[in-house]
Structures are given as C-alpha cells and as structure tokens.
C-alpha cells in the first residue's frame, strides 16, 4: 500500500501579461519593462521587439538570461536588441553584387553582334586509300561501322569492315548461338 503525499504548492504571484505591438518600444514602454523586471525578474509577457524592424522575439526562460547578461542588463537589451532578419538582410546590403564572369559577358556581345566567321572546309577523306594491314591496326581502338553495330543490337552482322575489324567488340549474332551450343 502506497501512502498518499500532497505536494506544497508554491503560492506566486500571478503574472500579468502585457500583448505588444510588433514596433520598437516606446521610452514609457522601456522604462515600465524595467520596472517590471527588476520586481519580477522577467518581462511582462513573453516576446520583445527588434529595435530595427519591430519584429517580436519570443524572450522567457534560460535565453532571456543569457541575453540579458550578453547586453549588460534588461534596460541595454531593450533598447539594443535586434532580430535575426535584420542582421542578415544588413549584411546582405552591405555584399558586394557579383558581376557577371566574363565569359557570360563575353557571349552576350556575341549574341547582339551578327558576326561573318570564315570557317575552313574540312576534308574527311583520307589522303590515300588505306591496305588491309592500317585497316585492322586502326580498328583496334575504333569502330568504323558504329551505326551497323548498334542497330543489330551490339553484332556487326551486315558491316563490310568484319573481315579486317580487330577490335574486341567484334561479334556476330550467330556466333553467339553456336559458342552457347558448344558449352552443351
């Protein structure tokens, strides 16, 4: 069986809160939240104003104290409090704009100006016919039928380069049956 224990309640005065407008305070309103702290040691309701913009701050408990003790007493906090908001957008006034990089400004005058370029021709023949030996040393490293190859999906059936071709991709579809067949 548990025994029944009241706990003393601890009478306090009831606080009265005061709803503020959302504008710097008034001297009347300062000197009147000093008082009230100095008797109470907390503000009258629960928010102080941003002395620039006026924007309430919600200001009760161990933050309160740390910026009271930060400003050097509740009558300085008052007067010199200011809000997040208005510190960042401070110092955002105060960046320099970044201008744009030159290569952006470079092609924005490119874009306004109607330029001739005189663009040499370029000759994709070869100087001279290739032998079968070049043929199967530069496909090595390349295709030389890459559209043959990717529309039979990956097999070089149909490509007149096969016989010469020594690049490891080489493949016919039917090669790949017959190896499967082999394995059996």
Known sequence: MKAKTKLARRKTKPVKFVKIEAKPLTEEQINSFVQYYNKNKTIPGSKIPCTITGKLTTCVGPWMIKKVKEFGGIEKLLRKYVCRGAIKTEKESKKPKVKKSIRA??????????????????????????????LSEASKTTCFRPDVYLDNDNYCDGCEFYDVCTNSLRRLADWNKTKKKSKK
């Open 105 to 134: 400004s470079k092609i924005e005058e490119l874009r306004d100006e109607q330029k001739n370029w005189d663009i040499p021709k370029i000759d994709f023949t070869p100087s001279r016919p290739m032998n079968d030996g070049e």
